[in-house]
């Protein structure tokens, strides 16, 4: 079964950047949408940014200006560069991809397993 695998997680300093990646197992026939989310402890999973098929760019108004999606090649689905990291953004970040495996299957929700970003001096 198709997986998604984040990765670019770590611990940085406020003012900081990393640059999170998400990858898929193998290659999707279709997709309809991507996106990261993070979720805070005690908090709900929020979406931080998303981008459609046609590369229209979405970002909550929290990293608006800081964050930067882009879609890559076929290997790397999705990056997520994220600059000015402050102690707010520390959260398990989390890759969401809405397609489909091979022509046949059904539109399905797909979800990495989250990347550790923490900021803190």
């Known amino acids: 079964q198709l997986q998604l695998v984040e990765s670019g997680g770590g611990l940085v300093q406020p003012g900081g950047s990393l640059r999170l990646s998400c990858a898929a197992s193998?290659?999707?026939?279709?997709?309809?949408?991507m996106g990261w989310y993070r979720q805070a402890p005690g908090k709900q999973r929020d979406l931080v940014a998303s981008?459609?098929?046609?590369?229209?760019?979405n970002y909550a108004e929290s990293v608006k200006g800081r964050f930067t999606i882009s879609r890559d090649n076929a290997k790397i689905l999705v990056s997520l560069q994220m600059n000015s990291l402050e102690p707010e953004d520390t959260a398990v970040y989390y890759c969401?991809?809405?397609?489909?495996?091979?022509?046949?299957?059904?539109?399905?929700?797909?979800w990495g397993q989250g990347t550790q970003v923490t900021v803190s001096s």
């Open positions: 969401h991809v809405v397609g489909r495996a091979t022509w046949a299957s059904a539109l399905i929700n797909y």
């Open positions: 193998e290659s999707i026939f279709s997709i309809n949408f």
């Open positions: 981008i459609t098929n046609g590369g229209t760019a």
